[in-house]
């Protein structure tokens, strides 16, 4: 099985989807080490109430020795709001998933993040939204695309009601996307990523 490391920020929802489909045999990896850059992060909470390692560690300069001491193949960004080292993308490359919550390249790069990518949306009006996991690049948002669901928002009134609707998609695209990986289903070639 291998390894997996997720890095979060915040309450954890999509880590708790990868912790339930840990617990359904649904991963094909397993979830040794949950590290956040903020220490009142609930994710950590959630993660020790699983029987995971958790740590904050508040310098994502000091997260790659982490990474290596504890020989994690896979790192999953589940809301991590710090800037990735580049030492860290080089030695992990095509080797660090991220979600981001909305179509990528629609709503991303430097500022969006969190409620701010809805409320985008919202104001530009668009009908359809959804979510992206992706391979992390130097690139903020721009490394291959893995996976990607739509839905549509045009009936939603609040970047609140958006954020719950497409994390209703993230929560299923996540562990599908780890769990591909950890099959060794994910190519990369000419960056873009192919299922097999
Ligand atoms: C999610 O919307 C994710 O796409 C983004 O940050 C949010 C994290 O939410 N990168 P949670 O902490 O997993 O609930």
Redesign the pocket.
């Known amino acids: 099985m291998l390894r997996i490391a997720v890095l ?1 920020s ?6 708790q989807s990868l912790i339930d489909a840990s617990k359904q045999q649904r991963l094909d990896g397993d979830i040794v080490l949950v590290i956040s850059n903020r220490q009142s992060a609930y ?1 950590l909470q959630r993660a020790r109430e699983a029987g995971i390692q958790a740590e904050w560690i508040k310098d994502p300069t000091c997260v790659l020795k982490r990474l290596q001491e504890e020989k994690i193949d896979l790192v999953v960004l ?2 991590y709001l710090a800037i990735v080292p580049k030492e860290m993308i080089e030695a992990y490359q095509h080797r660090i998933i991220n ?3 909305s179509l990528i390249p629609s709503f991303c790069g430097p500022g969006f ?2 409620l701010h990518v809805h409320e985008h949306a919202l104001a530009r009006g668009v009908k359809v939204s959804g ?1 992206t996991v992706h391979f992390v690049s130097e690139e903020v948002d721009g490394g291959p695309i893995i996976l990607q669901e739509a839905t549509y928002i045009g009936d939603l009134e609040s970047a609140t009601e958006i954020q719950q609707r497409v ?1 209703e998609i ?1 929560h299923r695209l996540l562990p599908q996307a780890v769990s591909l990986f950890c099959q060794n289903r994910l190519k990369v070639e000419n960056e873009r990523v192919k299922i097999i």
Do not use: V
């Not at 915040?10 to 880590?15: D, E, H, K």
């Open positions: 979060i915040g309450g954890g929802t999509n880590l994710g589940a809301g979600i981001h919550p993040y969190g979510a994390l993230e």
